[in-house]
């Protein structure tokens, strides 16, 4: 037990890190945004199939039409994602648009009580309404460098699109229990290339090794081998352990960004992105406000 732990957590802090990443070599890699895109669901769709090949999860037997069905939903939900993601970060910056993207747990709460009927508790409430202040911080203040105007307000929409986008697939997810993860990537990949063939520009390729470099590093490293080490590590750690590991993907970000672009946050922003993250992980982890009773009253 102790062991998958220790391997789990080593597995999911790796997985966070990658993740913490990927908006560098979105930018290095010199591309539009729906060719960088397609290039991820391309050479992540050759290792995953190479996975999946590996696991014997290329049976038919493996996932019921049905459920294909849906993971084709889940896959066009991601794969927008994506596109919207990496668009937000030359607007406003990897950093931003990471910490905004962490949104995504609110926006789970709020479909999961409209489509499922949950319950939205005070204490629910209470993270929403602690989230919203930090975006506010954010949205209202002086962008820096070179994010400012009306790009940095599209950068803070996209990435409230992409969490959107992200709380439907994990919406979709739910219902896609018991099928293995790695098939469920392998899907949405392949409908990602399927969704993008027609719209990637073909016509301006990588030019130089550092590009392609970028390219391949995002389809081999950011998607197959993240999504083995991720699903790995979920299937060894308890929720709340992988509740709090994913916080370091957010914060992996904003050193990356501050490491490779000197963008360091504005105060009221470094305020805001920590009131998004903490609220972030009190939902996630179930954080509640409870009054302690004296002994004699609760006799």
Same mark, same amino acid.
């Given at each position: 037990?102790?062991?998958?732990?220790?391997?789990?957590?080593?597995?999911?802090?790796?997985?966070?890190?990658?993740?913490?990443?990927?908006?560098?070599?979105?930018?290095?890699?010199?591309?539009?945004?729906?060719?960088?895109?397609?290039?991820?669901?391309?050479?992540?769709?050759?290792?995953?199939?190479?996975?999946?090949?590996?696991?014997?999860?290329?049976?038919?037997?493996?996932?019921?039409?049905?459920?294909? @069905?849906?993971?084709?939903?889940? &896959?066009? =939900?991601?794969? $927008?994602?994506?596109?919207? #993601?990496? !668009?937000?970060? +030359?607007?406003?910056?990897?950093?931003?648009?990471?910490?905004?993207?962490?949104?995504?747990?609110?926006?789970?709460?709020?479909?999961?009580?409209?489509?499922?009927?949950?319950?939205?508790?005070?204490?629910?409430?209470?993270?929403?309404?602690?989230?919203?202040?930090?975006?506010?911080?954010?949205?209202?203040?002086?962008?820096?460098?070179?994010?400012? @105007?009306?790009?940095?307000?599209? &950068?803070? =929409?996209?990435? $409230?699109?992409?969490?959107? #986008?992200? !709380?439907?697939? +994990?919406?979709?997810?739910?219902?896609?229990?018991?099928?293995?993860?790695?098939?469920?990537?392998?899907?949405?990949?392949?409908?990602?290339?399927?969704?993008?063939?027609?719209?990637?520009?073909?016509?301006?390729?990588?030019?130089?090794?550092?590009?392609?470099?970028?390219?391949?590093?995002?389809?081999?490293?950011?998607?197959?081998?993240?999504?083995?080490?991720?699903?790995?590590?979920?299937?060894?750690?308890?929720?709340?352990?992988?509740?709090? #590991?994913?916080?370091?993907?957010?914060?992996?970000?904003?050193?990356?960004?501050?490491?490779?672009?000197?963008?360091?946050?504005?105060?009221?922003?470094?305020?805001?992105?920590?009131?998004?993250?903490?609220?972030?992980?009190?939902?996630?982890?179930?954080?509640?406000?409870?009054?302690?009773?004296?002994?004699?009253?609760?006799?």
């Amino acid at each position: 037990m102790e062991k998958d732990l220790f391997r789990g957590s080593v597995e999911m802090t790796a997985a966070m890190i990658i993740s913490g990443t990927i908006g560098w070599f979105v930018l290095m890699s010199g591309q539009p945004v729906l060719s960088v895109v397609f290039w991820r669901c391309a050479i992540g769709a050759v290792t995953l199939l190479a996975v999946c090949a590996a696991l014997g999860l290329l049976r038919p037997d493996v996932i019921s039409r049905k459920l294909f @069905g849906l993971a084709v939903i889940g &896959g066009v =939900a991601i794969v $927008l994602n994506w596109v919207l #993601l990496f !668009a937000a970060y +030359s607007r406003a910056s990897i950093a931003i648009a990471t910490t905004v993207y962490n949104v995504q747990p609110f926006m789970l709460v709020g479909l999961g009580a409209l489509i499922f009927k949950e319950k939205l508790t005070a204490t629910k409430l209470f993270w929403l309404g602690f989230a919203f202040a930090g975006m506010l911080l954010i949205v209202q203040a002086k962008p820096g460098g070179a994010y400012s @105007g009306s790009d940095y307000m599209t &950068g803070i =929409a996209l990435s $409230l699109g992409a969490a959107f #986008l992200y !709380a439907i697939a +994990s919406i979709v997810a739910k219902r896609l229990k018991g099928t293995p993860p790695h098939l469920i990537a392998l899907i949405q990949v392949c409908v990602g290339i399927i969704m993008l063939v027609p719209l990637a520009d073909f016509t301006s390729l990588p030019q130089s090794t550092g590009q392609w470099a970028s390219i391949v590093t995002i389809g081999v490293v950011h998607t197959g081998l993240m999504y083995i080490l991720l699903y790995s590590a979920i299937q060894r750690l308890p929720t709340h352990i992988t509740g709090s #590991l994913s916080f370091i993907y957010p914060i992996a970000a904003i050193m990356v960004d501050y490491i490779t672009f000197g963008h360091a946050l504005q105060p009221s922003q470094l305020v805001g992105s920590a009131a998004i993250l903490i609220a972030a992980a009190g939902t996630s982890l179930g954080w509640t406000f409870r009054r302690s009773v004296p002994a004699d009253i609760r006799a």
